[in-house]
């Protein structure tokens, strides 16, 4: 009885024993059809599995159909909050009913590489050990923070595409970072300073890219599939709103304005197209300019224009016919923010919404909202939320291959 209960347990032993004959084609389908975290595990089945679950073809395949699913697509979507740690919410673990939601810590790249907290000083401030060489003496640094504080940096995600997740754990390093299968590759940096970036990915030739822009002085584009960096022609204006890009129907977004003509300053959204690596521009809103800055989001697949941080806000755009300007449609909701961040639709078909570092249920058409609760991150530390999509996307299986 214990054996056959074990025989029960091993997958492997399930597969000969009950389809002997199933064709390969059969098994790649349904395999296509398994959560990601299952599929690492069977990478342990058996050899042919763990070369058949690791190639780049069935990561991609796999993908492939979730995108064309939507069923699939929401059973992989995931949140994900970036403060001085990395946190992920499963999608579908977001009730109606049920306010509450637990954050997962994730490990990461340089998760471990923190200042180091010495002890609490006299005045209730905390000590830190700023120096990384152990034989150099320590620079202690006092900073007056309350107990909470996390000493690490916070982390940034400069964009999300297919899984992978480009971040930026400290403010000199660069990783492309898949949080499904936690591996990850760091991207050698050109420069430490940037005015603006983007990430997203370029479907004909399979390359995931990341933008570095230094308005009026040089743009640079990363390859994964070369490893490098190389020069672009130069961004056209004077400066963006906003760091992160958004990436939607294969290019790359920024808010900025026009300064083509000392007297007639306009918005514009420059987009860069991740195939041809060029940057063009599409029409923005007609916006009164009270000194807002603006930045972009997206919201079921439509580009959205926010305003953001100078003062309180209660209306978006949208833009319902991509690169349509006289598609663009003013919302007011009935809660006012500072800096606000569409995320995605939830499963009841209302919207989630990054307020001020807070998670928001909105429902657009009667204009009520739910705050929700997000347990796992520490009281008192803000967060900035971002989604992705479960896969087994490997930002190593890239480098040298042809196109």
């Given at each position: 009885m214990g054996a056959s209960s074990k025989q029960q347990r091993n997958p492997s032993h399930v597969v000969e024993a009950t389809n002997p004959n199933l064709p390969?084609?059969?098994?790649?389908?349904?395999?296509?059809?398994?959560?990601?975290?299952?599929?690492?595990?069977f990478r342990c089945v058996s050899k042919s599995w763990l070369s058949l679950l690791s190639s780049p073809q069935f990561a991609k395949s796999q993908i492939d159909l979730a995108l064309k699913s939507n069923t699939l697509y929401s059973k992989r979507r995931r949140l994900m909050f970036s403060s001085y740690n990395l946190y992920s919410?499963?999608?579908?673990?977001?009730?109606?009913?049920?306010?509450?939601?637990?954050?997962v810590e994730l490990d990461y790249p340089l998760k471990d590489k923190s200042n180091e907290i010495l002890g609490p000083s006299e005045n209730d401030g905390i000590y830190f050990k700023v120096s990384e060489d152990e034989d150099e003496n320590p620079v202690m640094v006092k900073?007056?923070?309350?107990?909470?504080?996390?000493?690490?940096?916070?982390?940034?995600?400069?964009?999300?595409?297919?899984?992978?997740?480009?971040?930026a754990p400290d403010e000199d390093s660069l990783f492309l970072?898949?949080?499904?299968?936690?591996?990850?590759?760091?991207?050698?940096?050109?420069?430490?300073?940037?005015?603006?970036?983007?990430?997203?990915?370029?479907?004909?030739?399979?390359?995931y890219k990341v933008v570095?822009?230094?308005?009026?002085?040089?743009?640079?584009?990363?390859?994964?599939?070369?490893?490098?960096?190389?020069?672009?022609?130069?961004?056209?204006?004077?400066?963006?709103?906003?760091?992160?890009?958004?990436?939607?129907?294969?290019?790359?977004?920024?808010?900025?304005?026009?300064?083509?003509?000392?007297?007639?300053?306009?918005y514009v959204i420059s987009a860069f197209d991740m195939e041809k690596e060029l940057f063009w521009d599409m029409p923005a809103p007609d916006m009164e300019d009270d000194d807002s800055e603006f930045m972009l989001g997206t919201l079921n697949e439509d580009l959205c224009v926010l305003k953001s941080f100078n003062e309180m806000h209660n209306d978006f755009w949208v833009m319902h016919e991509y690169g349509v300007g006289e598609s663009w449609t003013r919302l007011t909701i009935s809660l006012s923010y500072i800096c606000m961040k569409p995320l995605c639709l939830a499963?009841?078909?209302?919207?989630?919404?990054?307020?001020?570092?807070?998670?928001?249920?909105?429902?657009?058409?009667?204009?009520?909202?739910?705050?929700?609760?997000?347990?796992g991150i520490p009281v008192g530390v803000g967060f900035e939320a971002d989604t992705y999509i479960e896969?087994?996307?490997?930002p190593n299986d890239y480098s040298g291959r042809e196109t």
């Open positions: 390969h084609e059969i098994i790649v389908e349904i395999l296509k059809r398994v959560a990601v975290k299952s599929l690492c595990r919410v499963d999608y579908e673990s977001i009730g109606i009913d049920n306010g509450d939601i637990i954050a900073v007056d923070v309350q107990p909470f504080v996390n000493s690490r940096n916070w982390v940034e995600i400069w964009g999300s595409c297919n899984g992978l997740l480009c971040i970072f898949n949080p499904s299968t936690r591996e990850s590759k760091k991207i050698l940096e050109e420069s430490n300073y940037v005015t603006a970036f983007g990430f997203g990915y370029d479907s004909t030739r399979d390359d570095r822009i230094n308005a009026g002085v040089a743009s640079s584009v990363y390859s994964l599939r070369t490893d490098s960096w190389r020069k672009i022609d130069n961004f056209c204006h004077d400066f963006c709103f906003h760091h992160s890009g958004v990436f939607l129907r294969g290019a790359i977004h920024w808010m900025a304005i026009n300064r083509e003509e000392v007297d007639d300053e306009y499963k009841n078909g209302e919207a989630l919404l990054d307020i001020d570092g807070r998670l928001v249920q909105y429902n657009l058409e009667n204009n009520t909202y739910k705050e929700l609760v997000v347990h896969t087994l996307i490997s």
